[in-house]
């Protein structure tokens, strides 16, 4: 009688090459890449929307003819520059131009090791084209944004720095 053994058939083995490794790593860069980069961009478009609720204040106070807020919306150098007094000047003489609603043509966002700086134009669409340009930056750890920057044309290259 013969007998015959069999062994059991043996899994075979997979060796892990270095291109696999290495391509593995080169996904987890980029993922985490994306992930930082979404990140950054969801946190400036929130970052934007703040801003320009006070840009939009702004604008609002001008066709109210509010000079009072608008002085106390500015920072510091803003109202060493601009007197309550002058603000309302500007906003009797501008009130026809910012009748309506102005429609935002254009953003500009600057960050720096100082905070951030946000810039948006607005038009107004009257008999004729009238654009206001507002600017306001937010300190690095402060918690609000403050006017730096109010002017307005009816050129609109004329308000672009």
Do not use: C
């Not at 002085?71 to 309550?84: C, V």
């Not at 600017?135 to 307005?152: C, F, M, Y």
Request: a positive charge; charged letters at 20%; proline letters at 2%.
């Amino acid at each position: 009688m013969e007998s015959v053994t069999t062994a059991k058939p043996s899994k075979p083995t997979r060796r892990i090459k270095v291109t696999d490794v290495l391509i593995l790593l080169v996904f987890a860069i980029v993922i985490i890449v994306l992930v930082k980069t979404l990140t950054n961009k969801l946190s400036l478009q929130h970052e934007v929307s703040s801003a320009k609720i006070t840009t939009s204040r702004v604008v609002n106070d001008m066709q109210k003819q509010n000079a009072t807020d608008i002085y106390n919306l500015g920072n510091k150098t803003f109202q060493t520059s601009h007197s309550t007094a002058q603000l309302q000047n500007l906003t009797v003489a501008a009130k026809s131009y910012v009748q309506g609603t102005p429609t935002d043509v254009r953003r500009t966002v600057t960050n720096d090791k100082y905070g951030q700086k946000v810039a948006v134009i607005y038009k107004f669409n009257n008999k004729k084209p009238f654009y206001v340009g507002v600017t306001v930056n937010k300190l690095k750890g402060a918690d609000k944004w403050s006017l730096i920057g109010l002017s307005g044309n009816a050129n609109e290259a004329e308000l672009i720095n």
